[in-house]
């Protein structure tokens, strides 16, 4: 049996700032334009600075890049783009060296359709054991076997050429059609697994956040879905919850930290606590706080869930406001005038890449401000790269640009999330603005110069993720403990104290003046003393204990 969460010791993941990195965008050493895991190294003391605690890297083994590593060919090697396993063995070294630990993704859904076992089940055609490992099903006539859509647009099944060239049988995919969903009824795909697991964590690494994890079984009859939205037959099927108890139990076997951090997106959050039970998932991302509009009440809310979901199993909550399949926050805050979404295969597409006209500067205040809502509350931070440089998304790429693949099976409707991707600004002048010494994968507008991490001064967003960042760690914000939400006056404003200190978030209109007994200002996003629109500041309370 797991511990009670009562009995639970401490672990890095309690209150971490845990650095989400795409390796792709984030530094290039050899200069083909592309990240890779020596430009990781030689910046590591950029995230080292940053106070964070932890890198979660985006997937970097073998794959032919059609959903940029979410399509993995190898499980047990390196993108040669990215370097080898000697580079990764670096990495992890320099890193632990640094006091920051090592998450990897995992991703159990799908492989490439380059993975070897794929390849063979191609080639041993239908009824195979090799296809076993997979979904395939003969089609209804001519058609799908069911009517499934893929999250990336069109349907979730193609279909093949049988090795004598006859069309033959269908394959389910979730997500692109280069990324083939495996069986996970199939005894083979959970022992496969467990030797990955193994595989990684005997090379030093410290975790995996889990791709996709409501995914990965489904129902065994593959009913059509005629429900709309969230499709309840490909989603958050109850016997999955087995194969998290299984790597739970197989992370125990070894006598140090390692934390299982899940990507679950189920549409009533109260489903997440099933993932998080003690012998599950360690963590899950709250991304209801992500989807929230920019409003006291519905911020406080998603908050005030999340936190009442950690005293359910104990597991503290993964705050996160942004990653590389949303639009950065400094967008989604600054759209002053809404558009109706595209039409879209994904259920919560409108949600993490709303669009409308954006006024960058409101946006900017309001995502430094919703950094200290996130620092203040118990539990550990995702930050995705470039955010502490205040990025906006880019939204004008050119379309010839895009390599999305929601982008091209939605027809070009939703533009997709090349914007949030584009490789980092590091000078404001230099090839690449110190990318790259090559043309990056993807283009950089102009505007890039301003955000530039070695232009950014003492009042830049860069320097406030610093000063936030150690000031939580100073006065233990991020620990576990209650959330006292404190009454403003204001719907507009929000307030909770953390011990002696209380922050504070206007969303308002009107500045707002903190009643003296909150304290003294620590920390603010924009000016001390009264709280303007859009910002928030933390105070503390002098003489309290
Ligand atoms: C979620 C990942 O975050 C996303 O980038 C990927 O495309 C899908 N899962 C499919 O693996």
Redesign the pocket.
């Known amino acids: 049996m797991s511990p009670a969460p009562t009995s639970r010791t401490r672990s890095f993941w309690d209150d971490a700032v845990v650095y989400q990195l795409y390796v792709r965008s984030f530094a290039d050493s050899d200069g083909d334009g592309v990240g890779d895991l020596g430009g990781v190294i030689r910046r590591l003391d950029h995230i080292a600075g940053l106070g964070a605690g932890a890198i979660w890297l985006n997937p970097c083994y073998p794959s032919p890049q059609a959903?940029?590593g979410?399509d993995i060919a190898d499980y047990r090697g390196v993108n040669p783009e990215y370097g080898d396993l000697g580079t990764f063995d670096r990495l992890v070294a320099e890193a632990h060296a640094r006091g920051l630990r090592i998450l990897m993704d995992l991703?159990p859904?799908?492989c490439s359709e380059r993975h070897p076992w794929f390849a063979a089940a191609l080639a041993a055609g239908p009824g195979s054991p090799e296809r076993a490992r997979f979904v395939f099903r003969d089609g209804r006539g001519d058609g799908p076997p069911n009517n499934w859509q893929s999250?990336f647009g069109g349907p979730a099944w193609t279909r093949v050429t049988e090795p004598d060239g006859t069309p033959g049988q269908w394959y389910l995919h979730l997500?692109a059609r280069e990324?083939p969903d495996f069986d996970w009824r199939h005894p083979a795909v959970l022992a496969e697994f467990d030797d990955i697991l193994r595989f990684w964590f005997d090379r030093g690494v410290d975790g995996f956040r889990i791709?996709?994890c409501h995914g990965l079984i489904k129902d065994a009859a593959l009913r059509d879905w005629d429900g709309g939205g969230y499709n309840a037959y490909s989603w958050n099927r109850p016997e999955v919850h087995e194969i998290f108890r299984r790597w739970r139990a197989l992370a125990e076997g070894y006598e140090r930290d390692l934390l299982l951090v899940g990507?679950v997106w189920v549409p009533d959050p109260a489903d997440l606590d099933d993932y998080l039970r003690p012998d599950e998932l360690h963590q899950a991302f709250s991304f209801d706080l992500l989807v929230q509009p920019w409003e006291a009440g519905a911020l406080r809310g998603a908050a005030e869930r999340a936190v009442a979901r950690t005293a359910v199993h104990g597991a503290p909550a993964a705050w996160t406001l942004a990653?590389?399949?949303v639009h950065r926050a400094v967008t989604r805050y600054g759209i002053v005038r809404p558009e109706a979404p595209p039409e879209s295969n994904d259920a919560f597409a409108a949600l993490m890449r709303p669009r409308g006209e954006v006024d960058v500067e409101r946006g900017e205040r309001r995502a430094r401000a919703a950094l200290l809502l996130l620092l203040a509350l118990p539990g550990s931070v995702f930050l995705y790269q470039g955010e502490e440089l205040g990025l906006p998304e880019v939204l004008d790429l050119p379309d010839a640009a895009r390599q999305d693949p929601v982008f091209h099976r939605s027809g070009g409707r939703e533009k997709g999330?090349d914007g949030c991707r584009v490789p980092l600004p590091w000078s404001a002048t230099g090839p690449a603005f110190g990318f790259s010494t090559g043309t990056p994968w993807l283009p950089q507008p102009d505007w890039f110069a301003g955000y530039a991490a070695e232009a950014q001064d003492e009042t830049s967003t860069l320097a406030l993720h610093r000063r936030a960042i150690r000031t939580r760690r100073e006065l233990g914000l991020g620990e576990p403990g209650p959330v006292e939400w404190l009454g403003t006056g204001d719907d507009a404003v929000l307030a909770f104290r953390r011990g002696a200190v209380v922050c504070v978030v206007n969303t308002g209109t009107t500045d707002f003046t903190p009643p003296a007994g909150w304290g003294e200002p620590v920390l603010h996003s924009a000016e001390p003393g009264v709280v303007t629109p859009d910002a928030a500041a933390w105070l503390r309370a002098v003489d309290r204990g």
Do not use: I, S
Request: avoid cysteine; charge should be negative; charged fraction near 30%.
């Open positions: 959903d940029h979410y991703v859904n799908h999250v997500f990324q791709d996709v990507e990653n590389h399949d999330r």
